[in-house]
């Protein structure tokens, strides 16, 4: 069964990641600070890059 999670890899837990687009999930950035990935993310020619955090494996976080 295909999953649904936007990023599956758990390289990426504990950290920001800047994907592509909604319907594209490439990971074109990543790391600790959401400014600096957003930054990152801009220098790879992404216009509008998805944000989002990936928790770590069994860890609940609250908003």
């Known amino acids: ?3 649904l999670a936007m990023v ?3 390289k ?3 950290k920001y ?3 592509e687009s909604f319907t594209n ?3 074109v950035a990543s790391g600790k600070d959401p400014l ?3 930054n990152a993310a801009g220098k790879t020619g992404v216009k509008e890059p998805v944000i989002v955090f990936i928790p770590k494996e ?3 976080y609250i908003y």
């Open 1 to 3: 069964m295909k999953s």
């Open 8 to 10: 599956a890899e758990k």
């Open 12 to 14: 990426y837990e504990g």
């Open 17 to 19: 990641v800047a994907l």
């Open 25 to 27: 999930n490439r990971v």
């Open 36 to 38: 600096r990935v957003m």
């Open 58 to 60: 069994n860890m609940t």
